[in-house]
């Protein structure tokens, strides 16, 4: 089965600086149909689950544009151009293009204030 | 606006049943996927599984560590979608939440989540 790694698994930012989140795929995520079916979550202390991206760079309603996500293959990234107080949380990559399994989560990235 | 609420979590013995509903407004239900995610404190975020619009087959696919022992079904004429969870065990407690397919184009709405807790 697919397995998504993603690291590093804790990201120490200081408030305004940028933040760089790594997802790795041990199976191509591009389907068959030519789309590659890798979103990214956002889950704040004492929320709900948030999507944030979804098909690798696509932003999701409500979503500001300091967060972009890139990658192909295997390999991708969401990226926060200046973190703000608000992105406190952790941050999920999931695949939905090999069935079964179906749509499998990595393990999460904490992002932390330094 | 588009709500889902949750209900039916609650405390069980490993072994033991519950169910979850999760009734839908705001949308057009009878066309929506609809998807259980679950959230626990050792395995972060799994998706328990999705459940196909009828005019799409219906079908559901499960995750691997609840298949056989979860199901997952719909009742379009209520929109409601609900989840039985049997055999319960220990690593199945956290916090399920009702969403619309999170692998859609679409993006998801999210329940307020229903705390499952399994314990002795």
């Known amino acids: 089965d697919v397995v998504l790694t993603q690291s590093p698994l804790s990201l120490p930012v200081t408030l305004g600086q940028p933040a760089s989140f790594s997802c790795r795929s041990s199976q191509s995520l591009t389907h068959s149909d030519g789309n590659t079916y890798l979103s990214w979550f956002q889950l704040r202390p004492g929320q709900c689950p948030r999507r944030l991206i979804y098909r690798v760079s696509n932003r999701d309603s409500g979503v500001p544009d300091r967060f972009s996500g890139s990658g192909s293959g295997t390999d991708f990234t969401l990226k926060i151009s200046r973190v703000e107080a608000e992105d406190v949380g952790i941050y999920y990559c999931m695949q939905g293009t090999h069935w079964p399994p179906g749509y499998t989560f990595g393990q999460g990235t904490t992002l932390e204030i330094k | 606006d588009v709500q889902l609420v949750e209900s039916g979590g609650g405390l069980e013995k490993p072994g033991g049943s519950l169910r979850l509903s999760c009734k839908v407004s705001?949308?057009?239900?009878?066309?929506?996927?609809m998807s259980w995610v679950r959230q626990s404190p050792g395995k972060g975020l799994e998706c328990v599984g999705l459940i196909r619009s009828q005019n799409n087959g219906g079908t559901i696919d499960y995750g691997a560590p609840v298949k056989g022992r979860f199901t997952i079904s719909r009742d379009d004429s209520i929109s409601t979608l609900y989840l039985q969870m049997n055999s319960l065990k220990i690593e199945d407690t956290g916090i399920y939440y009702c969403?619309?397919?999170?692998?859609?184009?679409?993006?998801?709405?999210w329940g307020q989540g229903a705390l499952v807790a399994v314990s002795s």
């Open positions: 969403t619309t397919d999170v692998g859609s184009i679409w993006t998801p709405f």
């Open positions: 705001g949308l057009s239900f009878s066309t929506a996927w």
